[in-house]
Structure formats: structure tokens, C-alpha cells
């Protein structure tokens, strides 16, 4: 009898388990790694002594509770909220896009936060408060922009007019960004330091601004995972199965792209966690999108959350900017993924 | 039953049918002929929803325009000359996707999908291949897990484009075969073909569009006659019948 084995694969158990494992461990090497070291063990009874009515006395000294609660927790648990995200809309991005090589900052997202926070960063003064919501609404208004002249732009369910127009809306505002960073040569290095990205200033604070965007946004996502594999087999057959194509692709990149913004206005612009990481779950997994948009967002979590720990640890004291590498480990990973793509 | 009239479509502001008007009754295959450009393709479309038209399409009775979108997808299936395949997916995968228009928005199957499902493999023969992935069929099982996802739609109505294109001989056959076996389950069958003589051996009518309408509509015997072929393919060619079969052979003057 067949009809057992005809079912959708979905997440196969071990790799949820896999993915998720993976996701705790680099949780607690966050907060374990650093200038002074405290073990996995110390950490849980730490956190089991936090929750109420469970009787577990915290192993660790007041100083150390503040540098893994205050300092590390944020930072990695921002990482991970990042890293998740990214890696999901990238995933979904490539499904709408049906191209495995777009990212998703494809229609504009990173050019607009970049134009949004150099903006308030050279005429804003001090208030690095601002940057942020600037940075979001940059991003927002990008894609918005990008969207609407791509629907413009005749056939309004042709993806290649779209992408076009994100690369117009992309390259406008980057050219403004430029002329205005110039314009304050002043405030050079500060845009720098938030364009390449990183979790050095994160606080609890930051944490809770972006978790409802990027809860929301990544629960419509997985959400729309069997919708990502219907888009797979074409505009026309998905459309000849009954489903709207124009107003899910509009959904699942407003969805995208909101949770995009949320997460580059507070960590700056992070490249190739959206692409590194889904293509390696469909590499070691599955290509269907019930796999891999819930898998990415685990393992991007993950990954980011690794990540950051390379970046406050290779050259300690010194910080290196989380963009830098993984632009170091995805740039080459690109080229891998470009060639058996042939 | 399928009934357009006088039904006109435009693209992008050029008119690629104009006021086409014929009837499909039920469980009949009807082929649509053209040369390149004729407007076969577009025709298929319109009947799937996936072109606006104007004039009136009826599909047993009710107006398509008046359908939804998923009430349309229970009613036909389109099968696209070159469908895309997602390489990674399972065979099983891609023909559940054939029951989008019966689950909700973000469901997933139930039972009675996958049962429907694999009686859909069943029917194709592809039993042992529910697990393979579509990258690691060969084009005779690519083009039948394709017949088996629109079968899984489970729809009285199957438009076919050009269902032979790039296959051999021997699989041309085997695929309107396939097809032919279908019509037992009560299928209306729509399709545009390219060969003039595999058009007249399966379907049970013929119509020929020519630069977007009807030139001609009728029996293999009608249809394919060396004028009307001269005249609209701009071809010269030798017709046989032999049995009550049209063979239509190319020729040079």
C-alpha cells in the first residue's frame, strides 16, 4: 500500500531536533564565552533560578549574573532573533522570487535603512535613539516604492519587472546616501560602524522593540511554507490551482520585509545569513519549503548567535563587525552554491 | 461542457483572439490546431482564468468569469507546454500541491488528499516512485507525474498545451495513450497540438484557429484537408486516408 508514503516531508523529526539542539547550544555558548568564562551547567541552574516557583539556588556570583543576564543575554538573544529572521526571509524571498541566489535585502530593504539612519545620524545629531526607526522606515519605504513601480511597470504579476524596480529604488537611494554621507564627512565612521553591523550596543530594550515585528512576521511566514512550494511549480500552474499569486507574493514579501527592517534597524546591515542558511538546509534536508522556512529560522538564530561570539572573540578586546564575517564565510559559500546551481 | 462565444482576448493591447466562438460537450477531447502565433495557447488560457477575455465563456452551464478562483481550479486543470518541475521536490510532494484548491489557505492534507493523490499515481503508474524526486525521473515519468498532479486536482476538465512536445516518438504515443485512457474517468479534454496527424488520431474534433479565429472546426476529415493546411499552415503537404485515418505527410513541390 502506497498511500502511506504519500505525504509531504515536512521538517523530518531528527533534523528539528537537529536544528533546534543546535539553536540551544549557541544560546549557551554566547553566554558562557567571553573575557570571563562560565560553564553550560552554571548558566541553566542560573536561568532555573529566575523562574518562579521552581527551588534552584543560582551557582553563579552577582557580578557574574549581571555579565551573562545584562551584557551577553541581550546581545545573544537579539543575535538569534536576527539570525532567525534574515535566514527566514531570505527563504521566503527565494520562493516568491523562485530564484535561490535573491537575499532579502533584493528589493531595497538594506539601501533605504542605509539611507535612513545616515540621514539621522548627519542631521539627528547625538541621538543615536533615532536611528533605529529611521533605519526602519528607510527600509519600508524602499520596498513600498520599489513594489508599487514595479506593479507600475506593466504586468503587475511579473517578478522580473519587480526585481528591476527594486533595483532602481536600490541604487536611487544609495546614490542619496552617499552624496549625504559626503556632505558630513564628520560623521564618517559612525555610519560605517552601523552599516557593517553588529550586536556591540544591545540591550534588553532593543529586544523588546523588535519581537513583535519579527514574531509576527516570521509566524506569517512559516505559515505560508505549502503556499512557497505551490509558487514553486510557476505563476500560471499555481494560478491554474486556485491560489491568488499577485496578493500572496504582496503578503509574503510585506510580511518579509517588514521583519527585514525590524531586524536591520537595530543590528545594521548583516549579509548572506539569508542565503547561507537556507541553502544549506535545502543542501542537507529538503528544497521543500515546509522544510525550509521552519529549519531557517532554528538555524539562523543559531548561526547569527555563533557568529557574534566569533566577532567579540577573534580579536578580544577588540570587536569585529559581525558583517564582515559572514560576508568572509558566505562569500565563498555563494560561489559554491553558484556552481552547482549550473 | 464547455461553450465560448464570440470571446476575445488582448495582450498588452494587441488582440490575440477575436470573437472565437465553439462548443466541447462533455467527455469530448477536441483539438485545437493553428500555426504558431494562432492564438491555441491563449485559448487554453482564457478557459483556465488565467487571461481576461471578453465575450462569454460557459463552463457546464455556469459563467467562468462568475467562478472564483478555486471553485475554477475544482473545475479545470491546465497542464502548461513546459511545466515547471521543482527539481527537489518528491514525486508525492508535487502532485498533493494538485490539491491546493481544496485545502484552506494555510491547511495542510488531510486524508481523502492524500488518498486522492495516490489513486492519482496509481492511475500513472507511479506507485514506486512516490518517494524519488522529480530531479531523478526521465521525460516519459516526468510527463506522467505531471498528467498525475492535474489528475489529483480532481477536475472534469483537462487543458492540455501541447502535451508532446519534446518526447520522442514512442513517448508521444504513450502519453496520448495515457491521455485517451483518461476520458474513461469522464474528462472533457482541450488540448493544442502541433502534429496535425496525432491532433486527428486521438482527438474527436478538430479546431483550427488561424491568427486568432475559427477557420475551420469539424472531423479529422473536415479539418485536415491539403487546402485548408496549404492555405493556413502555409505548407505544403500529402493527405492519406487509409481506414477512416488521416495521415497528413509533408511533401516538397
Known amino acids: ?342 | 461542457m464547455i461553450e465560448l462565444a464570440d470571446v476575445s482576448v488582448s495582450l498588452g493591447g494587441v488582440p490575440v483572439l477575436e470573437r472565437i466562438s465553439f462548443r466541447v460537450e462533455g467527455g469530448e477531447w477536441v483539438g485545437l490546431l493553428g500555426p504558431n502565433g494562432a492564438g491555441k495557447t491563449t485559448a487554453l488560457r482564457a478557459l483556465a482564468g488565467l487571461v481576461d477575455h471578453t465575450g462569454v465563456i460557459r463552463l457546464g452551464g455556469d459563467e467562468l468569469s462568475g467562478l472564483g478562483r478555486r471553485a475554477l481550479a475544482r473545475r479545470v486543470t491546465l497542464v502548461p507546454q513546459q511545466p515547471e518541475r521543482p527539481p527537489g521536490l518528491t514525486v508525492a510532494e508535487y502532485v498533493l500541491l494538485g490539491r491546493t484548491p481544496y485545502l484552506s489557505y494555510f491547511g495542510s492534507e488531510r486524508a481523502a488528499d492524500r488518498a486522492a493523490a495516490a489513486r492519482a499515481l496509481a492511475r500513472l503508474e507511479l506507485d514506486r516512485f512516490a518517494t524519488r524526486s522529480l530531479g531523478s525521473l526521465s521525460g516519459g515519468e516526468l510527463q506522467r507525474a505531471v498528467l498525475a498532479r492535474a489528475l489529483a486536482q480532481e477536475a472534469k476538465i483537462l487543458l492540455l498545451d501541447e502535451p508532446t512536445t519534446a518526447l520522442d516518438l514512442g513517448r508521444q504515443q504513450q502519453a496520448l495513450e495515457l491521455v485517451a485512457s483518461l476520458r474513461e474517468d469522464g474528462l472533457t479534454i482541450v488540448s493544442a497540438m502541433h502534429d496535425l496527424t496525432l491532433a486527428g488520431l486521438y482527438s474527436d474534433r478538430l479546431v483550427l484557429l488561424d491568427r486568432g479565429r475559427v477557420a475551420a472546426e469539424g472531423s479529422a476529415t473536415d479539418v485536415l484537408s491539403p487546402d485548408n493546411i496549404a492555405g493556413w499552415y502555409g505548407a505544403s503537404v500529402k493527405v492519406v486516408e487509409d481506414d477512416g485515418t488521416i495521415y497528413v505527410l509533408p511533401q516538397r513541390d
Open chain 1, 1 to 342: 500500500m502506497i498511500f502511506a508514503e504519500v505525504q509531504p516531508r515536512g521538517v523530518p523529526k531528527p533534523w528539528g531536533l537537529c536544528a533546534a539542539a543546535f539553536l540551544l547550544l549557541a544560546l549557551l555558548v554566547g553566554l558562557g564565552v567571553g573575557s570571563i568564562a562560565i560553564g553550560p551547567v552554571g548558566i541553566v541552574e542560573s536561568a532555573l533560578s529566575h523562574i518562579p516557583f521552581v527551588h534552584v539556588d543560582s551557582p553563579l556570583s552577582s557580578v557574574e549574573e549581571a555579565i551573562v543576564w545584562q551584557l551577553r543575554a541581550p546581545r545573544v538573544v537579539l543575535a538569534a532573533l536576527v539570525g532567525g529572521m534574515l535566514a527566514v526571509a531570505g527563504a521566503s524571498y527565494q520562493g516568491v522570487f523562485r530564484n535561490p541566489l535573491v537575499d532579502p535585502y533584493l528589493l531595497g530593504v538594506a539601501a533605504g535603512a542605509g539611507l535612513g539612519a545616515t540621514l539621522v545620524i548627519a542631521y539627528g545629531g547625538a541621538s543615536g535613539q533615532l536611528v533605529p526607526p529611521a533605519a526602519f522606515g528607510g527600509a519600508a519605504l524602499s520596498v513600498a516604492l520599489a513594489y508599487a513601480l514595479g506593479r507600475s511597470a506593466g504586468r503587475s504579476r511579473s517578478t522580473t519587472a519587480l526585481v528591476l524596480a527594486g533595483v532602481t529604488v536600490a541604487t536611487f537611494m544609495a546614490a542619496v546616501q552617499t552624496f549625504v554621507q559626503q556632505q558630513h564627512s564628520d560623521q564618517l565612521q559612525n555610519v560605517y560602524v552601523w552599516l557593517l553591523g553588529g550586536f556591540s550596543t544591545a540591550t534588553w530594550h532593543d529586544v523588546a522593540v523588535v519581537t513583535p515585528y519579527i514574531a509576527v512576521s516570521t509566524t506569517v511566514l512559516v505559515l505560508h511554507r505549502r503556499v512557497l512550494d505551490v509558487l514553486s511549480v510557476g505563476d500560471d500552474e499555481a494560478a491554474s490551482l486556485g491560489v491568488d499569486v499577485g496578493r500572496v507574493r504582496l503578503v509574503i514579501v510585506a510580511a518579509a520585509t517588514i521583519g527585514t527592517a525590524a531586524a536591520v534597524a537595530v543590528s545594521g546591515l548583516i549579509a548572506f545569513v539569508g542565503i547561507i542558511v537556507p541553502h544549506a538546509i535545502r543542501m542537507l534536508v529538503s528544497t521543500s519549503y515546509r522544510a525550509v522556512v521552519p529549519l531557517s529560522l532554528l538555524a539562523g538564530g543559531g548561526f547569527l548567535a555563533l557568529t557574534d561570539v566569533l566577532a567579540r572573540t577573534v580579536l578580544s578586546p577588540q570587536e569585529l563587525p559581525i558583517g564582515v564575517i559572514t560576508a568572509f564565510f558566505g562569500a565563498p559559500f555563494f560561489a559554491v552554491v553558484l556552481a552547482r546551481n549550473r
